[in-house]
């Protein structure tokens, strides 16, 4: 009788400690591969009409892989942490680079570029930037890691391409607390309560107080001390351009808005907007 309470007992612990090592290897990991959401993508505007066909050989990193042709390829438009936090949980790596693996593994693929072949075509190092479609269901690999909370949106000035698609993806993963969204350490974070220190790639979001126009430089500022509240930078050369297209951050005060990308310390925290696709303009104050 002994006996068999004894091994009853370690059943019990062993399965404790599955179950245990099982929602580790999980947290962050939005949910199983047999369960992924998959995003189709019917065409992709803004970038080169002519896809270029590949097969995908193997996964190099959660957003970075191989075809058979032998260039090594990006993902265009993404960030993970696996890849820009230093402190991301191994699960997190380890189940991000597995779901590309599974979308993408031995598939023909369609790769799209930007139209312009000298812009945003590749990063420094060399790696091709691509937005992806599987040939057979036309799956679009962005908007399915996306919609799992495998990554999180970050376009540049060279590869702004459909910013706008990949947010409604990232956004509903996040209501749902999925992947990476289940970690507090990439919470969205409010302008008027930041930490103390916050530098690295950020999403944050809050009401633009004043805006005002400093030799050349507009400046979007989140509170009436300028010296210390989030700031937000527009150079000339992008203020020109939303001049052209009669766009006036000038006239934004008041507006609701989330951006993203990395902090620095200018007279507090201070990010640059480098390309309108950073912003996303919120219909309210959020709570």
């Not at 939303?242 to 507006?255: A, C, E, I, M, T």
Request: charged share 20%.
């Amino acid at each position: 009788m002994l006996k068999i309470l004894l091994s009853l007992l370690l059943v019990l612990c062993a399965t404790t400690y599955i179950s245990h090592s099982f929602a580790q290897a999980n947290m962050g990991a939005g949910k199983k591969q047999s369960e992924m959401v998959l995003v189709s993508l019917s065409d992709v505007p803004d970038l080169k009409a002519n896809p270029t066909p590949v097969i995908a050989d193997s996964v190099i990193d959660p957003l970075t892989f191989m075809g058979r042709d032998g260039q090594v390829y990006r993902l265009s438009g993404l960030d993970s942490p696996a890849l820009s936090d230093p402190d991301a949980a191994p699960s997190f790596v380890e189940t991000s680079q597995s779901a590309l693996s599974d979308l993408i593994v031995g598939k023909s693929l369609l790769l799209y570029e930007t139209q312009d072949k000298d812009i945003g075509r590749q990063n420094h190092f060399g790696h091709r930037l691509v937005h992806v479609l599987r040939q057979d269901d036309k799956s679009w690999i962005q908007g399915t890691l996306l919609a799992n909370g495998f990554a999180r949106v970050r376009t540049t000035q060279f590869n702004p391409q459909l910013a706008s698609l990949m947010y409604t993806y990232e956004t509903k993963a996040r209501e749902q607390s999925l992947g990476l969204w289940q970690e507090s350490n990439y919470s969205v974070l409010k302008a008027d309560a930041l930490p103390d220190y916050v530098d690295g790639f950020q999403i944050i979001e809050g009401t633009i107080y004043s805006a005002s126009l400093v030799r050349n430089t507009i400046y979007l500022n989140f509170g009436q001390n300028w010296k210390e509240d989030f700031s937000i930078g527009i150079e000339p050369a992008l203020r020109r351009k939303l001049s052209k297209d009669n766009v006036s951050p000038q006239q934004w005060g008041g507006r609701n808005i989330r951006i993203r990308g990395p902090v620095r310390f200018y007279n507090g925290p201070f990010m640059d907007l480098t390309h309108p696709e950073q912003i996303e303009f919120l219909v309210k104050a959020q709570n």
